[in-house]
Nanobody
């Protein structure tokens, strides 16, 4: 059984930075993709970034390009999301999710989800 546990959320002022981490366990992930999604109150879940465990291919939502960086540590089975230049509109619960195969920007394509971590950016 795959388990994902997010950490690193918190409260930060606009312009600040946070680093989220997703620890994965339960199987080897070299053929998997891992994505970060977020959901703000009253809004639909949206894609943030995704990476291939094995090859490092990355994709980002336009709203976070140039500010967020997704990276992986295969030895530790963790994927990080470095978030810089945060804006109040980045406030949301952030989830990591994983699926076997290529990266996808669609949440419904992912099979396993973490419990989420709250990120709040004050203006």
């Amino acid at each position: 059984q795959v388990q994902l546990v997010e950490s690193g959320g918190g409260l930060v002022q606009a312009g600040g930075s946070l680093r989220l981490s997703c620890a994965a366990s339960g199987r080897t992930f070299e053929t998997y993709a891992l994505g970060w999604f977020r959901q703000a109150p009253g809004k639909e879940r949206e894609f943030v970034a995704a990476i291939l465990w094995g090859g490092g291919f990355r994709v980002y939502a336009e709203s976070v390009k140039g500010r967020f960086t997704i990276s992986r540590d295969n030895a530790k089975n963790t994927v990080a999301l470095q978030m810089n230049s945060l804006k109040p509109e980045d406030t949301a619960v952030y989830y990591c999710a994983t699926r076997r195969g290529i990266v996808s920007m669609r949440g419904n394509d992912y099979d396993y989800w973490g419990q989420g971590t709250q990120v709040t950016v004050s203006s």
